[in-house]
């Protein structure tokens, strides 16, 4: 189960960080992401990871900007710091997780389980 938090609304400039609670899988045997859809847009994976071998993608669109971490010391729960936001960021997040290693871009059908969204409005 995924169960992403944290989202509302910003001025462009601002930050946000948005959690996602996972239970259920076991959490070093799985990739992670965020992946995020605009009004009228297709869904774009904006980041991913793997704690196992930490590795790491992010979309053009968000590096520099967007900060994604794990943490499995206390609570299984992976976030997405972002920075710098823009209006273009306007999208539902949701996180998803798929088994083994985040090798680079993998497209969204490609994520087998999925959290609930959570909305991050920017105002311009």
């Known amino acids: 189960q995924l169960q992403a938090s944290g989202g509302g609304l910003v001025q462009a400039g601002g930050s946000l960080r948005l959690s996602c609670a996972v239970s259920?899988?076991?959490?070093?045997?799985?990739?992670m992401s965020w992946i995020r859809q605009a009004p009228g847009k297709e869904r774009e994976v904006v980041s991913c990871t793997s704690k196992s071998d930490g590795t790491a993608y992010y979309a053009e669109s968000v590096r520099g900007r967007f900060t994604m971490s794990s943490d499995s010391s206390s609570e299984n729960a992976v976030f997405l710091q972002m920075k710098s936001l823009e209006f273009d960021d306007t999208a539902v997040y949701y996180c998803?997780?798929?088994?083994?290693?985040?090798?680079?871009?993998?497209?969204?059908?490609?994520?087998?389980?999925w959290g609930t969204g959570t909305q991050v409005t920017v105002s311009s």
């Open positions: 998803a997780a798929r088994p083994g290693f985040c090798s680079g871009y993998i497209p969204e059908s490609q994520w087998n389980y």
């Open positions: 259920g899988i076991t959490f070093d045997d799985y990739a």
